[in-house]
């Protein structure tokens, strides 16, 4: 369907769907699976996901100043701007990405301003060493020793630079679309069913995005009173809020468990739009 293409390769294996034969049945733990469907199918659940992501962009924020030796590569400030508002439009993980690539810069600029600072270092030390001392081997050998300790401190500020930009990218990290709804959810591995899968989508969405890949104007959905509110946001917000014709009837839903309860409710999950009933 269409979650599975959208997820793609973080779709995932789905448990056999039982639920409505309990419901039927009155299974014991009937009153459970009520809560839970009708919790995952509400398209406020959609909007507590997006709470939970507003809280994770915020743990993007640099604890400090981001350094390299003396030199600030990016100031606290500097960077928190740059990922909550800067590269706001891009999904978490572009955002993440574009960083990266934007402190590969940053910090060969600033090894040069370190290796400058040791070069500068070193003169003045060279000029207190001439002026202190008459020229002799003993003066030769200590300006040696201080070229050579120049010359490896010059090497390891560069050597650095591979180190640090990996330290750097694995604190900013990158987000998987399936530990983030376990972390939501709290359910280090939740059995998933299909109500499980708007959530996911509208998850993926925030982390990769889901750009270019839909574009539809009008959208028929039949039997819609099996439709979930959750399910209808989602085509919504996909689809950047398109016109519907939704077609149903009430009294025949099958799945009333977790579909939408009336049309009202339907219409509130698209955007409470204006609607005409035939």
Request: proline share 5%; net charge positive.
């Amino acid at each position: 369907g269409l979650c599975a293409i959208l997820l793609g390769k973080d779709m995932p294996r789905l448990k056999p769907d039982q639920r409505l034969t309990k419901v039927v049945s009155g299974a014991p733990d009937k009153a459970d699976i009520l809560y839970h469907a009708q919790k995952r199918a509400s398209a406020r659940y959609l909007d507590q996901i997006d709470g939970f992501m507003d809280g994770i962009e915020q743990q993007l924020c640099p604890q400090g100043d981001i350094l390299y030796g003396p030199v600030v590569v990016y100031t606290k400030q500097e960077l928190t701007d740059m990922l909550l508002s800067d590269l706001k439009p891009l999904p978490l993980n572009a955002r993440i990405r574009a960083v990266v690539r934007n402190a590969k810069t940053r910090v060969k600029e600033a090894v040069k301003r370190v290796q400058a600072l040791l070069e500068e270092d070193c003169a003045r030390r060279a000029d207190r060493l001439r002026q202190s001392m008459p020229d002799s081997p003993q003066r030769r050998a200590r300006m040696q020793t201080l070229y050579q300790s120049r010359d490896q401190r010059l090497k390891e500020a560069a050597d650095q630079a591979g180190p640090f930009l990996k330290q750097f990218t694995a604190s900013l990290g990158g987000f998987k679309t399936a530990a983030l709804y376990a972390q939501f959810s709290g359910q280090a591995k939740p059995a998933l069913d299909a109500d499980d899968l708007p959530a996911l989508v509208w998850i993926k969405r925030r982390v990769d995005g889901l750009e270019g890949k839909l574009s539809l104007m009008h959208i028929i959905v039949d039997e819609a009173q099996d439709m979930t509110g959750a399910q209808l946001r989602l085509l919504d917000e996909l689809f950047r809020h398109p016109t519907f014709t939704l077609v149903g009837d009430m009294g025949q839903s099958i799945h009333d468990y977790n579909g939408v309860r009336d049309w009202t409710q339907a219409q509130n999950a698209i955007g409470g739009a204006d609607e005409r009933f035939l």
